[in-house]
């Protein structure tokens, strides 16, 4: 089946403790995409990659980290995570590197920070 | 800056109705304008997408509406069921550009 898989669903850490959420696609995408999303405020891009060793921020990077390693990787760091940063995560893929094709979405990783 | 405006940021219809959610952006430059619908737990799921070269489509039960000129577009549901409760966001984008997503619509439909 394919998809985006996201792990883990749901997190609970302390502030300034690292933590890494995955992201692995079996699609063979080459776009790849993070997104917070908070009530009132939608969707906003935390961090993209058009493809392997590119990546480049999006709408809200401050506080995150990725890297793109492997093509069907794409993991989120939260290196000193702070309570703002509680939030529903998603990441998405996309089989070319412009948004004109279909984004599929992984289920989502609940986090809080306390 | 909020590129893509979206409204109502709630709605509740009963079974049956049409609900309408209204979306509009400023870039000229985009060229796709996507929606989205995302139920409870999961991830938003691409539902119906259109280009400005046509005005409307329809799949389904859904269409969209499109406005070049008023630079805005729609999404409505025809005879809508308890099952399309759900938020729905509109997302546009360009060449070069990335997709840029409203702040979403909760709809409930009522039995």
């Known amino acids: 089946e394919a998809q985006v898989t996201q792990n883990p669903r749901y997190l609970i850490t302390v502030t300034g403790k690292k933590l890494t959420v995955t992201c692995s696609q079996n699609m063979n995408h080459e776009y790849m995409s993070w997104y917070r999303q908070d009530p009132g405020l939608g969707l906003r891009q935390i961090y993209y990659s058009m493809n392997v060793e590119v990546t480049d921020k999006g709408d809200v990077p401050e506080g995150y980290k990725v890297s793109r390693k492997e093509k069907r990787n794409f993991p989120l760091i939260l290196e000193s995570p702070s309570p703002n940063q509680t939030s529903l995560y998603f990441c998405?893929?996309?089989?070319?590197?412009?948004?004109?094709?279909?984004?599929?979405f992984g289920s989502g990783t609940r986090l809080t920070v306390v | 800056q909020q590129q893509v405006k979206q409204s109502p940021q709630s709605l509740i219809v009963q079974k049956g109705g049409i609900p309408i959610i209204n979306c509009a952006y400023e870039?000229?430059?985009?060229?796709?304008f996507p929606w989205y619908q995302q139920f409870p737990g999961k991830g938003p799921a691409l539902l119906i997408a259109?280009?400005?070269?046509?005005s409307e489509k329809k799949e389904g039960r859904f269409t969209i509406s499109f406005n070049k000129s008023a630079k805005q577009f729609s999404l409505h549901i025809m005879d809508s069921q308890p099952g399309d409760s759900a938020t729905y966001f509109c997302a546009a984008s360009g060449r070069f550009q990335k997709l840029v997503f409203g702040t979403g619509t909760r709809l409930l439909v009522s039995p």
């Open positions: 998405a893929s996309s089989l070319r590197g412009t948004a004109n094709y279909g984004y599929t």
């Open positions: 259109i280009r400005p070269d046509v």
């Open positions: 870039n000229t430059a985009f060229d796709y």
